[in-house]
């Protein structure tokens, strides 16, 4: 069986800016056919979305899935319910404990299409400081400076 390309349908751009990140993990997304074809059209946020472990389960939290256009009645919900992460014991166990430690979250990087399913990448993040934000942007510059450098030197 041939492998499908994995294509980005939502990216959060802030949380590599507002976080450091030790670890990612790959989960699937328990989602309504009309919230998939929302996503599938382009629609959807995740920034300021986090993820928790509740009861042995994780939960993706204010993750925006407006609603699909053509979507009929009772087929639809809140484009910011919570929605079901599935992901296998061992993994739940280990991220209950990382995020119990103060000032670490689950943040989700992207929303992307795997050999037909939709998938989250989660990462177990830690917050940056302001100064370290600075810090960052400084290097990314430096680094954009330096190769634009040696490119007018070619």
């Known amino acids: 069986m041939s492998e499908r390309a994995v294509v980005d349908l939502v990216v959060n ?21 009309s919230e998939v074809k929302s996503l599938r059209q382009g629609r ?9 472990i509740e009861e042995g389960e994780a939960w993706l939290y204010q993750a925006n899935i407006p609603l699909y256009e053509n979507a009929v009645g009772f087929t639809t919900r809140d ?8 992901l296998h014991k061992g993994e ?6 990382a995020t119990s430690l103060k000032g ?8 992307y299409w795997k050999n037909g ?12 400081a302001e100064h370290d934000k600075r810090e960052a ?5 430096a680094k954009k400076d ?3 450098a040696v490119h007018r030197r070619r």
Not at 24 to 31: K, N, P, Q, R, S
Not at 92 to 97: A, H, T, V
């Open 44 to 52: 959807g946020q995740i920034d300021g979305a986090y993820a928790q």
């Open 137 to 141: 942007l400084r290097a990314a510059e």
């Open 13 to 33: 751009r802030r949380a590599r800016r507002d976080y450091s990140f030790l670890d990612t993990y790959e989960a699937g997304l328990v989602l309504l056919g």
């Open 79 to 86: 484009p910011k319910a919570r929605r079901k992460l599935l």
């Open 104 to 111: 670490r979250a689950l943040i989700p990087l992207k929303l």
């Open 117 to 128: 399913t939709i998938k989250v990448l989660l990462g177990l993040g830690v917050g940056k």
């Open 92 to 97: 739940i166990r280990k991220l209950f404990g």
């Open 146 to 148: 330096i190769r634009s």
